[in-house]
């Protein structure tokens, strides 16, 4: 890669690397974070002309040491007068974020929206944000792979970033060392990035985070990763033919919404995702044989994590294609029926006490005499603030506090990731979070954009504008 300097008004900047691999662009976000001048304001002088976004560096003759012109008037935070009122202008960087209420946006680094719309997603989880913190920059355990070890490390850097910032963020080093763990990302088609599968990144920088952050170097729980997301399933397998029946068990970090013409809600589409038809070898009959598997929870996690199941494999295009079918989704899910006897058993009592607590909330009497607000004994409703467990508990240890926290099967939306367009090699992916503050914001790569609540359950399908490939949602839980 060569190395330039940089001339920017009264500043030099030396020893600027070009990855040649990637656009102009991605050049021009560098100078972004070193002037603060946004590249749609940058006018870099090159031999021939203007420096384009979409130029080839092949073409341009970019030699070593090479001195290159800047121009262009970087982003100002006008300064406050010395006595007045401070205004959001004025205030710091990270001061800034907090009193905006949202984060900072991810510039698009080429076919990026897929991975910027998937981290804004995981970016809203609080607890994920905290166990990262707590990952060492350095000493990793030995059954840890450095690779892994490092999309950590950046994961943990970018999280960091986006919570400091106001102004969009160029995440070249967490796409950098995301590629190199998963070359995938990384595939090209006439020399430039492809589309990839939002889907695909979610699972594997989940899978990634899952081993870094179970290490032994790690002060976190071994089960983090499984505790906010993994759902435990007990399935029963049976063999009409031969009579065989077993039970398996398994654990998964998502549920799949499977889309029919009979899906028209995402409660239908569950039920048809817990039972498939599997073809296995059958010991009595001594061949293969078609086995039905049903499934049930048995465990629930903390962000209950869904994928419309949305692309297939068409054989008379030999790509994936795209189901448009619109299909309704709430802002509060209910799994009760599709939980296991033994975990119904569990959640009848939490139930009941966040019945009684809706019904405090919205003035009705109760049958039974609540206690006064003021005992050991008070009951209250809460997101969830910790790994949960199999027994449908929040771990004391993970929530800070003496009292339990117990799942309830109700679990409220919090995040959306969407897709628009026919192909999941094109298209564009954005991603919808509900901030702390409960107000919705739309992260177009590096633009936020407000929304209102009404508006995130319309992003169900039906025609080519944005819908719903992922969702996550949030426990809600009872403090007993």
């Known amino acids: 890669m060569p190395t330039v300097s940089v001339k920017w008004q009264k500043e030099l900047y030396p020893a600027v690397e070009i990855d040649t691999t990637q656009p102009p662009y991605v050049f021009k976000c560098q100078l972004y974070d070193l002037t603060g001048v946004p590249p749609e304001r940058q006018k870099i002088m090159m031999k021939g002309g203007l420096l384009k976004d979409d130029s080839d560096w092949s073409k341009l003759g970019v030699k070593e040491g090479q001195k290159l012109m800047m121009m262009g008037t970087a982003d100002e935070i006008v300064k406050a007068p010395e006595k007045g009122p401070v205004f959001m202008e004025d205030l710091p960087e990270e001061e800034l974020a907090v009193a905006v209420g949202h984060s900072a946006g991810l510039f698009n680094l080429g076919n990026t929206c897929y991975m910027n719309s998937t981290m804004q997603c995981l970016h809203s989880v609080p607890e994920l944000k905290s166990a990262l913190i707590e990952y060492p920059q350095s000493g990793r355990s030995n059954d840890l792979d450095q690779s892994s ?36 990302f990384g595939q090209l088609h006439n020399g430039s990035f492809m589309q990839q599968d939002a889907e695909e990144c979610w699972t594997q920088i989940l899978y990634t985070l899952s081993q870094a952050l179970r290490s032994p170097g790690s002060s976190q729980s071994i089960d983090t990763v499984k505790g906010l997301f993994g759902i435990d399933l007990v399935s029963k397998v049976h063999c009409a033919e031969s009579g065989e029946e077993s039970l398996e068990t398994e654990s998964i970090y998502s549920l799949k919404c ?36 049903d499934s049930r929870i048995n465990g629930l996690p903390k962000y ?18 795209k189901i448009l079918r619109k299909v309704d989704y ?5 799994i009760f029926d599709l939980c296991s006897d033994e975990l119904r058993k569990k959640l009848e009592a939490p139930r009941q006490m966040l019945r009684e607590e ?10 039974e005499k609540t206690p006064p607000a003021s005992t050991d004994n008070d009951v209250k409703m809460s997101d969830a603030e910790g790994p949960s467990n199999e027994s449908g508990e929040v771990s004391k240890a993970a929530s800070g506090e003496d009292k339990k926290k117990q799942l309830t099967g109700v679990y409220d939306l919090v995040a959306v990731l969407t897709h628009k367009g026919r192909s999941a090699d094109s298209g564009h992916y954005v991603a919808w979070v ?7 914001i739309q992260f177009d790569d590096d633009n936020p954009i407000p929304q209102r609540e009404e508006d995130i359950t319309k992003l169900s399908g039906g025609g080519d504008w944005h819908m719903a490939y992922i969702c996550m949602y949030k426990a809600r839980t009872i403090d007993i």
């Open 258 to 293: 499977h889309i029919s013409h009979e899906v028209n809600h995402l409660h239908e589409g569950l039920k048809h995702g817990l039972k498939s038809e599997l073809e296995k070898a059958s010991p009595s009959l001594g061949r293969s044989a078609v086995y039905l598997k």
């Open 330 to 334: 709430p802002l509060e899910l209910d």
């Open 434 to 440: 509900k901030q702390e503050n409960g107000k919705w």
């Open 149 to 184: 070890h490092l999309l950590t490390v950046a994961t943990r850097d970018l999280f960091s970033e986006l919570d400091k910032n106001v102004k969009p963020v160029a995440p070249m080093q967490f796409l950098v060392v995301l590629r190199e763990k998963y070359p995938q």
């Open 304 to 321: 209950l994590t869904i994928q419309f199941v949305r692309f297939f494999w068409k054989r008379e295009s030999n790509q994936k294609a």
């Open 358 to 367: 809706d019904g405090r909330k919205a003035g009705l009497k109760l049958k």
